[in-house]
C-alpha cells in the first residue's frame, strides 16, 4: 500500500504549528484515556458475570487441552488444504475455459464464475450435505465441506488466474512463437509460470477466505477447529472462553496469511487481483 | 477589509513578499541557506538554477506548502503564521501554479475555477461563474469549460491553472517550474499566457529552465546554487556577464545542449 | 419434488425469505458502510491512539470467520449478561466484517488520490475541512465505487449466516436448509434460492457499473 512517493496519508496534514501539535497532544490523552476506559469495561463485564473465575480459564494450562485444539486445527488445516487444491485446480480449468477462443466455452467459464460469485458458501454447504446424500452419493465430512467452499472459491481463484495471465506482457508470448515454439507450449512453459508468479499474493488471500469457509465444518460435523472447540465447551462447561480462543486462533491465522500475502506482494512489486 | 489592511501596511510600499534569513533542512542536508528575497509590487522574479538547487523548495515555502526551520516569511508586511485560518487567507492572497498542474480530477473546467472563490471567497455561484469564464477566455481554454481535466492538453490544463490562481485575484502568483511537465509544443503556449500576465502587472515569483521566457519577461534574476542565492542581477548582465562562476558554468552547460 | 408443487407450498416463505436477506444485506451494508467511514476516519487521524485502534478493528475483523463471530455473539455474549435478539445478532456479524473490508477500499481509494491535488487545495486558501470535503471524500468515493459494489454482494453473501440461528421469517439459505429437513426439496428448493442470490447480485453489479461509468475519474 505504501509507495515511495509520500503518500495521501502522510500528505493529509500539513507540518502542524504550535496549536495543532498541543490539540493533537490533548486529543491523543483524551483518546488514551476512553480507550483504558473501554478495556476496564469489557473486562468489568468479564468479572462482574463471573466469567474471569479460574474454572473458565485454568484448563487452557492443561496440555490435553491444547492437544484436543491442536487436532482440531490439524482438521481445520486438512480441510482447507484439501479444499484450496480443489479451488485452485477447478480454477484453472473454469479459467481456460473463459479465455477459450471458443464462444461457448468461454460462455460457461462466465457464467460459472458469475454463479459462484453470486451465491452463498453455507448454500453450497447445505447442498452437500443435504441435497446430495438424497441421490445416494455417501461422501466422507471432509468431502462434504472441502467440495463446497472449494466451488465458493473456485470462480474468484479463475479471474485471478485470468488476470495473471493478461498481465503478462504480450512480447512474451511474440518471442516465444518466434522462436517456433507452439502456442500450447507458449502457454504452459512461458506464460502461465509468469502468470502464476504474479497471483501468489491473491491466492493466498483468497485461501484466507477458505479457511474462514471450513469454519462451517460444525455443520457437517467434521472436527475441525470450531467442532472441538465445541466438544471442549460441553467438557468443561465454558463456552465464552472457548470460544473466545478458538475465535483468537481464527484471527491469527488468518492475519498471519494476509501478512505473507503482504509480503510476497511487497518483495515481488507486480500484483494482480481478483 | 483585507484591502484597508494592506493600505495601513503599505506605510510606503511593504514588499508583496518578503523571505528574511530562511534556513530550511532536511534532516543534515541544508535545503536552503540564509535565504534573503524581497518581491515588489508588480516585479516579476526568474529563480533559475540547477536541480537540486533549492529553487522548487524556495517558491514551496512561500505559500508554505514546506516548513521552514529559521527566520521568517511575509506576504504584503504580514508575517505567514504556521497554521489556522490565518494562513489559509494569505494563502488564498498568494496564487501557486505547479509543475503537474494539480487540477481537480473529479471536477470540470469551469468548477476547478470557481471553486476556491466560492468557497474562500464566499462569493455566489453566478458572480464566480462570469469571472470564471471571463478568465478562462483570457487564458484561451473557455470552449473546454465544460470538460474535465483528463479531457484536456498539458497545455490547456496549465493554462486553466493559471485562470484557477488568478481567479483569486491574488497579489502574487508562485510559477514552480510551470512548462517542465509539457511536451515541447505545448510550452509556448503557457508562456504567452504568463508574458500577458506579467505585462499586465501581476506579481510573479517563477522557477523555470525556460532561459528565453527570463530573458525576456524576467525584472530580475536569482541564481542559485545548493540551496543560497549566489546571484542576484537583471536579466541583460546576468545573461551577458555573470559575476558567479557557478552561474557561469550553469549558462554555459546549458548553450551546449 | 418438482418446481411447481415447491412453489405452491412454499411460494410466499421464498418471498418472505428473498425480502428477509435484502433486508439484511441493505441494513448491514449500510451500517457497515457508516462504521467504515468512521474507521477509515481514526485510521488516517493524526492522533496515534486512534490510529492504532482503527487498524486493530480492521486486523480483528477481517481476519475473524463469520461463523466464528455470529456464535460468539449468539451463544457466547449472554454469559457477559449481553442478550441479543437472533436478528439483531446476524445484524451485527454482517454489519462489523464487511465495515473492515469497507475500510480498507476507502483507504485504497484515499491513496489512489493525487498528493498534488491536496496542496493546490491548500495554496488556494482551502481550510483542513474544506479539502476533505471538497476534494478528498469525493474523490476516494468515485474511486471506491467498484469495490464498494463488491462489498455490498459480499455482504449479502454473508447474510446467509441467518441461516445459522432460528429466524422467522428465515432467510434465502435458512428456508433451503428449512425446506430440505422437513420435506425432500431436492435440488429445486436450492435452484430457486440461488437463482434469487444470483439475480439480486447481478443487480448490484450493473448498477454498480453504471455509477461507476458516470463517476470514475480518468486520469
Same mark, same amino acid.
Given at each position: 500500500?505504501?509507495?515511495?512517493?509520500?503518500?495521501?496519508?502522510?500528505?493529509?496534514?500539513?507540518?502542524?504549528?504550535?496549536?495543532?501539535?498541543?490539540?493533537?497532544?490533548?486529543?491523543?490523552?483524551?483518546?488514551?484515556?476512553?480507550?483504558?476506559?473501554?478495556?476496564?469495561?469489557?473486562?468489568?463485564?468479564?468479572?462482574?458475570?463471573?466469567?474471569?473465575?479460574?474454572?473458565?480459564?485454568?484448563?487452557?494450562?492443561?496440555?490435553?487441552?491444547?492437544?484436543?485444539?491442536?487436532?482440531?486445527?490439524?482438521?481445520?488445516?486438512?480441510?482447507?488444504?484439501?479444499?484450496?487444491?480443489?479451488?485452485?485446480?477447478?480454477?484453472?480449468?473454469?479459467?481456460?475455459?473463459?479465455?477459450?477462443?471458443?464462444?461457448?466455452?468461454?460462455?460457461?467459464?462466465?457464467?460459472?464464475?458469475?454463479?459462484?460469485?453470486?451465491?452463498?458458501?453455507?448454500?453450497?454447504?447445505?447442498?452437500?450435505?443435504?441435497?446430495?446424500?438424497?441421490?445416494?452419493?455417501?461422501?466422507?465430512?471432509?468431502?462434504?465441506?472441502?467440495?463446497?467452499?472449494?466451488?465458493?472459491?473456485?470462480?474468484?481463484?479463475?479471474?485471478?488466474?485470468?488476470?495473471?495471465?493478461?498481465?503478462?506482457?504480450?512480447?512474451?508470448?511474440?518471442?516465444?512463437?518466434?522462436?517456433?515454439?507452439?502456442?500450447?507450449?507458449?502457454?504452459?512453459?512461458?506464460?502461465?509460470?509468469?502468470?502464476?508468479?504474479?497471483?501468489?499474493?491473491?491466492?493466498?488471500?483468497?485461501?484466507?477466505?477458505?479457511?474462514?469457509?471450513?469454519?462451517?465444518?460444525?455443520?457437517?460435523?467434521?472436527?475441525?477447529?470450531?467442532?472441538?472447540?465445541?466438544?471442549?465447551?460441553?467438557?468443561?462447561?465454558?463456552?465464552?472462553?472457548?470460544?473466545?480462543?478458538?475465535?483468537?486462533?481464527?484471527?491469527?491465522?488468518?492475519?498471519?496469511?494476509?501478512?505473507?500475502?503482504?509480503?510476497?506482494?511487497?518483495?515481488?512489486?507486480?500484483?494482480?487481483?481478483? | 477589509?483585507?484591502?484597508?489592511?494592506?493600505?495601513?501596511?503599505?506605510?510606503?510600499?511593504?514588499?508583496?513578499?518578503?523571505?528574511?534569513?530562511?534556513?530550511?533542512?532536511?534532516?543534515?542536508?541544508?535545503?536552503?541557506?540564509?535565504?534573503?528575497?524581497?518581491?515588489?509590487?508588480?516585479?516579476?522574479?526568474?529563480?533559475?538554477?540547477?536541480?537540486?538547487?533549492?529553487?522548487?523548495?524556495?517558491?514551496?515555502?512561500?505559500?508554505?506548502?514546506?516548513?521552514?526551520?529559521?527566520?521568517?516569511?511575509?506576504?504584503?508586511?504580514?508575517?505567514?503564521?504556521?497554521?489556522?485560518?490565518?494562513?489559509?487567507?494569505?494563502?488564498?492572497?498568494?496564487?501557486?501554479?505547479?509543475?503537474?498542474?494539480?487540477?481537480?480530477?473529479?471536477?470540470?473546467?469551469?468548477?476547478?475555477?470557481?471553486?476556491?472563490?466560492?468557497?474562500?471567497?464566499?462569493?455566489?455561484?453566478?458572480?464566480?461563474?462570469?469571472?470564471?469564464?471571463?478568465?478562462?477566455?483570457?487564458?484561451?481554454?473557455?470552449?473546454?469549460?465544460?470538460?474535465?481535466?483528463?479531457?484536456?492538453?498539458?497545455?490547456?490544463?496549465?493554462?486553466?491553472?493559471?485562470?484557477?490562481?488568478?481567479?483569486?485575484?491574488?497579489?502574487?502568483?508562485?510559477?514552480?517550474?510551470?512548462?517542465?511537465?509539457?511536451?515541447?509544443?505545448?510550452?509556448?503556449?503557457?508562456?504567452?499566457?504568463?508574458?500577458?500576465?506579467?505585462?499586465?502587472?501581476?506579481?510573479?515569483?517563477?522557477?523555470?529552465?525556460?532561459?528565453?521566457?527570463?530573458?525576456?519577461?524576467?525584472?530580475?534574476?536569482?541564481?542559485?546554487?545548493?540551496?543560497?542565492?549566489?546571484?542576484?542581477?537583471?536579466?541583460?548582465?546576468?545573461?551577458?556577464?555573470?559575476?558567479?562562476?557557478?552561474?557561469?558554468?550553469?549558462?554555459?552547460?546549458?548553450?551546449?545542449? | 419434488?418438482?418446481?411447481?408443487?415447491?412453489?405452491?407450498?412454499?411460494?410466499?416463505?421464498?418471498?418472505?425469505?428473498?425480502?428477509?436477506?435484502?433486508?439484511?444485506?441493505?441494513?448491514?451494508?449500510?451500517?457497515?458502510?457508516?462504521?467504515?467511514?468512521?474507521?477509515?476516519?481514526?485510521?488516517?487521524?493524526?492522533?496515534?491512539?486512534?490510529?492504532?485502534?482503527?487498524?486493530?478493528?480492521?486486523?480483528?475483523?477481517?481476519?475473524?470467520?463469520?461463523?466464528?463471530?455470529?456464535?460468539?455473539?449468539?451463544?457466547?455474549?449472554?454469559?457477559?449478561?449481553?442478550?441479543?435478539?437472533?436478528?439483531?445478532?446476524?445484524?451485527?456479524?454482517?454489519?462489523?466484517?464487511?465495515?473492515?473490508?469497507?475500510?480498507?477500499?476507502?483507504?485504497?481509494? =484515499? /491513496?489512489?488520490?493525487? +498528493? #498534488?491535488? $491536496?496542496? !493546490?487545495?491548500?495554496?488556494?486558501?482551502?481550510?483542513? *475541512?474544506? &479539502?476533505?470535503?471538497?476534494?478528498?471524500?469525493?474523490?476516494?468515493?468515485?474511486?471506491?465505487?467498484?469495490?464498494?459494489?463488491?462489498?455490498?454482494?459480499?455482504?449479502?453473501?454473508?447474510?446467509?449466516?441467518?441461516?445459522?440461528?432460528?429466524?422467522?421469517?428465515?432467510?434465502?439459505?435458512?428456508?433451503?436448509?428449512? =425446506? /430440505?429437513?422437513?420435506? +425432500? #426439496?431436492? $435440488?429445486? !428448493?436450492?435452484?430457486?434460492?440461488?437463482?434469487?442470490? *444470483?439475480? &439480486?447480485?447481478?443487480?448490484?453489479?450493473?448498477?454498480?457499473?453504471?455509477?461507476?461509468?458516470?463517476?470514475?475519474?480518468?486520469?
Amino acid at each position: 500500500m505504501s509507495s515511495a512517493h509520500l503518500s495521501v496519508k502522510d500528505a493529509l496534514y500539513e507540518a502542524p504549528g504550535p496549536k495543532s501539535r498541543r490539540a493533537i497532544r490533548i486529543a491523543t490523552a483524551i483518546s488514551i484515556v476512553l480507550i483504558i476506559a473501554l478495556i476496564y469495561a469489557i473486562i468489568r463485564q468479564f468479572y462482574i458475570t463471573g466469567q474471569l473465575s479460574p474454572k473458565y480459564w485454568s484448563f487452557f494450562t492443561r496440555w490435553t487441552t491444547w492437544r484436543f485444539l491442536g487436532a482440531g486445527l490439524l482438521g481445520t488445516f486438512e480441510a482447507a488444504m484439501l479444499s484450496g487444491v480443489l479451488a485452485l485446480s477447478a480454477g484453472f480449468l473454469i479459467m481456460l475455459c473463459r479465455i477459450s477462443t471458443n464462444k461457448v466455452l468461454s460462455m460457461i467459464g462466465r457464467a460459472y464464475i458469475q454463479f459462484t460469485r453470486g451465491v452463498p458458501t453455507l448454500l453450497f454447504i447445505y447442498f452437500f450435505f443435504l441435497a446430495v446424500p438424497q441421490f445416494g452419493l455417501k461422501l466422507a465430512a471432509i468431502w462434504k465441506i472441502a467440495i463446497p467452499v472449494a466451488i465458493s472459491a473456485s470462480g474468484v481463484v479463475a479471474e485471478v488466474l485470468r488476470n495473471g495471465v493478461n498481465a503478462v506482457p504480450k512480447g512474451q508470448r511474440e518471442a516465444a512463437l518466434s522462436l517456433g515454439m507452439r502456442e500450447r507450449a507458449v502457454f504452459y512453459k512461458v506464460i502461465f509460470p509468469q502468470a502464476l508468479r504474479y497471483v501468489v499474493p491473491s491466492l493466498i488471500a483468497q485461501l484466507v477466505i477458505v479457511v474462514k469457509d471450513t469454519t462451517y465444518a460444525y455443520i457437517i460435523n467434521f472436527p475441525d477447529l470450531m467442532q472441538n472447540a465445541k466438544v471442549l465447551i460441553s467438557n468443561y462447561d465454558a463456552m465464552l472462553s472457548i470460544y473466545l480462543v478458538a475465535a483468537v486462533i481464527y484471527i491469527l491465522i488468518c492475519y498471519m496469511l494476509n501478512k505473507l500475502a503482504e509480503h510476497i506482494n511487497n518483495s515481488t512489486k507486480v500484483s494482480v487481483r481478483g | 477589509m483585507s484591502d484597508t489592511q494592506s493600505k495601513q501596511n503599505t506605510s510606503s510600499e511593504a514588499p508583496v513578499i518578503e523571505l528574511q534569513h530562511v534556513d530550511k533542512y532536511y534532516g543534515d542536508l541544508h535545503v536552503l541557506k540564509d535565504i534573503n528575497l524581497s518581491v515588489k509590487k508588480g516585479e516579476v522574479v526568474v529563480v533559475i538554477g540547477p536541480s537540486g538547487s533549492g529553487k522548487s523548495t524556495l517558491c514551496r515555502t512561500i505559500n508554505r506548502l514546506e516548513t521552514i526551520d529559521s527566520g521568517c516569511i511575509l506576504i504584503e508586511g504580514e508575517k505567514l503564521p504556521e497554521e489556522g485560518a490565518k494562513l489559509a487567507e494569505l494563502r488564498s492572497k498568494v496564487g501557486m501554479v505547479f509543475q503537474s498542474f494539480n487540477l481537480f480530477a473529479h471536477k470540470t473546467i469551469l468548477d476547478n475555477v470557481t471553486m476556491a472563490p466560492m468557497n474562500v471567497l464566499h462569493k455566489s455561484k453566478t458572480e464566480a461563474r462570469s469571472e470564471a469564464m471571463e478568465l478562462l477566455s483570457r487564458v484561451g481554454v473557455d470552449s473546454q469549460a465544460s470538460k474535465l481535466p483528463s479531457q484536456l492538453s498539458g497545455g490547456q490544463q496549465q493554462r486553466v491553472a493559471i485562470a484557477r490562481a488568478l481567479a483569486m485575484h491574488p497579489k502574487a502568483i508562485l510559477f514552480d517550474e510551470p512548462t517542465s511537465a509539457l511536451d515541447p509544443e505545448m510550452i509556448n503556449e503557457v508562456l504567452d499566457v504568463m508574458t500577458e500576465l506579467a505585462s499586465s502587472g501581476m506579481t510573479m515569483v517563477v522557477v523555470t529552465h525556460e532561459m528565453n521566457f527570463a530573458r525576456r519577461v524576467a525584472d530580475r534574476v536569482i541564481f542559485m546554487d545548493s540551496g543560497a542565492i549566489v546571484e542576484e542581477n537583471t536579466p541583460e548582465e546576468f545573461f551577458t556577464n555573470p559575476k558567479n562562476i557557478r552561474a557561469q558554468e550553469f549558462l554555459k552547460s546549458i548553450k551546449t545542449h | 419434488m418438482s418446481m411447481a408443487e415447491l412453489l405452491s407450498q412454499y411460494g410466499d416463505k421464498y418471498l418472505l425469505a428473498l425480502l428477509t436477506t435484502w433486508k439484511l444485506t441493505a441494513l448491514a451494508f449500510l451500517a457497515a458502510f457508516v462504521l467504515g467511514i468512521i474507521i477509515t476516519v481514526m485510521r488516517i487521524s493524526p492522533i496515534k491512539p486512534l490510529r492504532f485502534l482503527g487498524e486493530f478493528y480492521v486486523q480483528i475483523f477481517r481476519n475473524i470467520p463469520g461463523a466464528a463471530l455470529l456464535i460468539l455473539l449468539v451463544y457466547a455474549l449472554p454469559y457477559l449478561k449481553i442478550v441479543l435478539p437472533y436478528f439483531d445478532c446476524v445484524l451485527i456479524a454482517t454489519a462489523l466484517i464487511p465495515a473492515a473490508f469497507c475500510s480498507e477500499y476507502l483507504m485504497s481509494g =484515499i /491513496n489512489m488520490i493525487d +498528493v #498534488g491535488q $491536496i496542496e !493546490a487545495a491548500r495554496a488556494l486558501g482551502f481550510t483542513f *475541512l474544506q &479539502t476533505v470535503r471538497l476534494v478528498i471524500v469525493p474523490q476516494a468515493l468515485r474511486s471506491s465505487v467498484i469495490s464498494l459494489t463488491s462489498l455490498l454482494v459480499a455482504t449479502m453473501l454473508t447474510t446467509a449466516l441467518a441461516s445459522q440461528v432460528p429466524l422467522n421469517p428465515m432467510d434465502l439459505t435458512g428456508i433451503v436448509a428449512h =425446506i /430440505n429437513t422437513h420435506a +425432500v #426439496g431436492g $435440488i429445486t !428448493a436450492f435452484i430457486i434460492s440461488a437463482v434469487l442470490y *444470483l439475480l &439480486t447480485a447481478l443487480i448490484i453489479g450493473f448498477a454498480g457499473n453504471m455509477i461507476d461509468k458516470k463517476v470514475r475519474i480518468r486520469r
